[in-house]
């Protein structure tokens, strides 16, 4: 069983398209995250969901929409792709506790935009 | 400023000696925890081992441990015995605050080559 599962790996769009990734967990986390990885294997969060709410939107354009339909899910949506979105997208999922949890991961999403 | 400083762009290290990734972080905040990651060349990130800022022995899991100096804010990673499959990057992380509400804040990872 895949815990944190994302899809598709690979998406090859091109300019001005919209295009979606999904991603769900089976863990039964409460808070649920995007990060992008550019081209320089940075990792940067973009957002993050605690049971369906939005908590972190990070300085993201917003042509970029999350959208949460339950605490298992959370699923991003790109409006009119631009060259400069091709990344290495991460969803990532975490327990809410009071003792800090690690986030795990799901296998990346290689987005390329031509 | 950085959060999360990883000064090792690159780091190379015979099979079977042992090595050391440096992390050092920056918070004010009393309540945090320190991650590692491991992102082979296939892309996956893989959890390696975490510690608490309340944790008072140094974590270990197998052959990984983490060299927490709480004073110098660092937070190193070792690991024992390299294999092949150790290369890798590898991403320091934390998180701040009480819960795990926050996301983490990575460094700019290390890039491991263990040589034959």
């Known amino acids: 069983d895949t815990a944190v599962s994302q899809t598709p790996k690979y998406l090859v769009t091109q300019m001005g398209n919209d295009k979606s990734i999904k991603c769900e967990q089976n863990?039964?986390?409460?808070?649920m995250y995007w990060y992008k990885q550019d081209s320089k294997k940075f990792l940067k969060i973009m957002f993050s969901y605690n049971n369906k709410e939005l908590i972190i939107n990070e300085t993201v354009p917003n042509r970029f929409s999350p959208k949460s339909p339950d605490k298992a899910h959370l699923n991003l949506h790109i409006n009119s792709l631009e060259l400069g979105d091709s990344a290495v997208y991460f969803c990532a999922s975490s327990q809410d506790l009071g003792r800090l949890g690690k986030a795990f991961f799901g296998q990346g999403t290689r987005l390329t935009v031509v | 400023a950085q959060k999360i400083t990883q000064t090792q762009p690159g780091m190379f290290v015979q099979e079977k000696e042992a090595v050391t990734l440096d992390c050092t972080y920056d918070t004010s905040d009393p309540s945090y925890g320190l991650f590692w990651y491991k992102q082979p060349s296939s892309g996956e990130m893989i959890f390696l081992i975490y510690q608490g800022s309340y944790d008072q022995q140094n974590a270990t899991e197998g052959r990984y441990s983490l060299n927490f100096q709480k004073a110098r804010k660092s937070a190193n990673l070792v690991i024992s015995a390299s294999q092949l499959g150790d290369s890798a990057m590898y991403f320091c992380a934390m998180r701040e605050g009480p819960t795990g509400r926050r996301a983490l804040t990575f460094g700019s990872g290390t890039r491991l080559q263990v040589q034959p």
């Open positions: 863990l039964g986390h409460d808070t």
